[in-house]
């Protein structure tokens, strides 16, 4: 498997190959062998056999659909036909790079609330299984006659105690469900929806994906790819699918006779400012720029956007542990302030 970032490498590696005036096959030969990854290394080789058997390069490219996208093949097909492939190239590499990083971004800003999510956890579960009823059991106090959160931290304890195998297997089975079922089956339209309507994470969602949608078609019009064309390449880049079903209603639109800038402003899914610079590129007849300027500022925007959920939910997990861990404590106070109320045996304490 070649990962993204693999083929930023090697996209930036050949556009400046080709930029000092080598030829194809010698980009190729000449990076493929600086390549310290080893199916990246394969993948030049077999590129540069298919192109010295008499396939084009886009064709080659087309062989291997897991490693370049349909927009990747589109624009290196455009690249060849119009003699600019080094200039092609280069815009490939620089969209892959800003897409690598956003991403790069979000893995690491989401370290930390799942390794204090998964702390939490741990420490409540060892907390109810192993400290609770030790507590519970040395005060000698009839169950009946503890405090109602007592009784239910009590419950809980046998629970966990006598069926963790069933929560352990239950959690395992919803995370495969949600993983089959929500992220790669039938229910993915509704949590994409969902996530556009939660306030911080929504706006990330359409911001993240704006820049997707503008650079994406700056950098297809750029090259001289037809608008309608273009539309059907940039629907594969986008990855929510209610602003890819958007998009699709908005290629048609287009395929209609309206411009770009009524039929995005009425779904209502993008941002403005998108909606504003495109009306302004399409007026001007630079709209290509626009949509290039457009995607740059989104993606800021989703970095600063991205900047403060990060710093709202781990404190939203903290207020939800400190919630759960007061309960517990709550529940053994109560015990303790019963028990010293009471007498030996369960009588009232004179």
Partial sequence: RIRQKQVAILTRQLATSLEAGLALMSALHVVGSEMEHAPTRALLQRLGERVQEGAS???????????????YVRLARVGETGGM??????QLADMLERSGELRERVKTASIYPAILMIVGLASVVIIVTFIVPRILESLGTDRVLLPLPTRMLMAASDFVGMYWWLLLGGTVAIVAGFR????????????????????????LTRQTEAAR?????GILTKAG??????????IDTLQNTVIRNAVSSLAQSIQGGESIALPLQRSGLFPPLLVQMV???????????????????HESEAKV????????LPIL???????????IAGGLILAIVEFQSMGVGGMPGR
Avoid: Y
């Fill in 225 to 234: 790819v037809s608008i309608t064309q273009a539309m059907a390449v940039v």
């Fill in 305 to 312: 956007t991205l900047d403060r959920l990060v710093s709202v």
């Fill in 279 to 297: 009306r302004v590129g399409e007026n001007t007849g630079k709209l290509d720029e626009m949509l290039l300027r457009s995607a740059n500022v």
């Fill in 317 to 327: 997990l903290i207020l939800v542990l400190a919630c759960i861990i007061g309960f």
């Fill in 213 to 217: 949608f503008a650079r994406s078609l």
């Fill in 57 to 71: 390069f886009s064709d080659a490219l087309a062989e291997h659909p897991r490693v370049f996208s349909p927009m």
């Fill in 85 to 90: 492939l080094d200039a092609v190239l280069g």
């Fill in 180 to 203: 089959q079922f929500v992220l790669r089956g039938p229910g993915r339209p509704g949590w994409d929806a969902l996530k556009l309507r939660i306030p911080i994470l929504g706006r």
